[in-house]
């Protein structure tokens, strides 16, 4: 379950292992298999891991630009890294980054440790806490472990208030069937989502509440990542 959640988030997302986006919705850079961010710290963390596990990769993706980023990545100063990672960002909107980096960053993920280490995040991060939610929200067979996992990797995780209005309607609704319950989940995530992509987030999430759906122009049929369609009795 967790390949094929991870797979299906992977292809909306759009990244790969290896593409890396500039600082054009504000988090600064995001790079790899689920879009992990630098403004939450997630760059950091791997690039530290692949250091320790393997420095010479590392020097071999980023070259002569090594040190820097290390040392940019050392930081906490968010306003810093913020600073550094526009200054890198290139083109429409500041979504391209700029040479080394772009480079660096697509060799790096590139290599098969890099591929396990951001897999092993994804798993750790965020599918496992995701299959929580599912089951305590009672969301269904594999839309329901899909919905969660794509909702904790695009929204951090469904929120309070949110989590409070989905048992409110739920305790007064006729329909308490896991389709329902994913329906009104996406609904509530959605609305509550940052109004430059709510339009995004209520078509990405309601694809994967009901199994299908358009998102980013591309027709999505759950069943084609091996999910059923069909909750369980």
Known sequence: ????????????EG??????AGDFDGAGLTWGIIGFTLQ???????????????????????????????????????NQLKDWADSISVGPNGVGVAQPWRDGFRLLGASPL?????????RRQYFD??????????LGGDLGAALAFDIHVQNGGVKAADRKAFDTRMAQASDRSPLARRVLLA?????????????????????????????????LDLSAWGMDLVDPS
């Not at 990244?15 to 890396?20: E, I, K, P, S, W």
């Not at 690039?47 to 906490?76: H, I, K, N, Y």
């Not at 890099?114 to 994804?122: E, G, I, N, W, Y």
């Not at 806490?129 to 009672?138: E, G």
């Open 187 to 219: 609904d509530l995530v959605a609305a509550s989502a940052n109004a430059r992509w709510r339009a995004d987030v209520a078509a990405r999430k309601q694809a994967i509440a009901t199994g299908l759906g358009e998102v980013h122009g591309m027709r």
């Open 129 to 138: 806490p995701s299959q929580a939610t599912a089951c305590a929200l009672q």
């Open 40 to 78: 939450h710290g997630e760059i950091q963390a791997l690039v530290r891991e692949a250091m320790l596990r393997d420095p010479d990769l590392v020097r071999s993706a980023f070259g002569a630009s090594t040190d820097e980023l290390v040392g940019r990545l050392t930081g906490d100063d968010w």
């Open 114 to 122: 890099m591929k396990q280490l951001q897999r092993d995040r994804a």
């Open 15 to 20: 990244h790969g292992y290896q593409a890396v």
């Open 1 to 12: 379950m967790f390949e094929r959640c991870l797979q299906l988030t992977a292809r909306i």
